[in-house]
């Protein structure tokens, strides 16, 4: 249970990590600066690479959370799990699941907002083309 909580916790960093390059894209979208906006698709990326890795890393801990858990469903819901942990992995589980549906709606936000300004020789990465 503490793995899967500190797994957590990265994701959580590494989907604010990708956040932030795609808020950058986002400004240099807005400001015209064209010549810096392969870097930024190229971070944008690397950043979707490591925030895919990391959630099969997630889905691995989280079945064997549920078959501790007696989840007879090999592939249980962060929710799922929270709902049959004890304290304070209830709070921690629902806290976390909570944070990631907030973060992935958020980078939803901002990649729209770059579909609309982007031109269409942009970089699919930078304007959410690439979601995790």
Same mark, same amino acid.
């Given at each position: 249970?503490?793995? @899967?909580?500190?797994? @957590?916790?990265? %994701?959580?960093?590494?989907? *604010?990590? @990708?956040? =932030?390059? @795609?808020? *950058? ?5 807005? +400001?015209?600066?064209?010549? =810096? ?7 944008v990326?690397? +950043? !979707? %690479?490591?925030?895919?890795? $990391? %959630? /099969? ?7 064997? !959370? ?13 929710? *799922? ?5 004890? %304290? ?11 944070? /990631?549906?907030?973060? /992935?709606?958020?980078i939803?936000?901002?990649? $729209? /907002?770059n579909? *609309?300004?982007?031109?269409?020789? !942009? ?10």
């Amino acid at each position: 249970m503490e793995r @899967l909580a500190e797994h @957590l916790s990265a %994701e959580q960093r590494l989907l *604010e990590t @990708l956040l =932030f390059r @795609l808020v *950058e894209a986002h400004h240099l979208l807005v +400001a015209g600066e064209t010549r =810096f906006l392969a870097w930024a698709a190229d971070e944008v990326g690397a +950043a !979707v %690479e490591e925030v895919r890795r $990391a %959630e /099969l890393l997630r889905a691995a801990h989280v079945q064997a !959370v549920g078959a501790r858990l007696g989840l007879a469903d090999g592939n249980p819901t962060l929710a *799922e799990l929270a709902e049959r942990s004890p %304290e304070p992995y209830r709070s921690i589980l629902d806290g976390h699941r909570r944070s /990631l549906a907030d973060l /992935l709606a958020e980078i939803d936000e901002v990649g $729209a /907002l770059n579909r *609309e300004l982007a031109a269409d020789d !942009v970089p699919s990465a930078l304007v959410g083309g690439a979601r995790p």
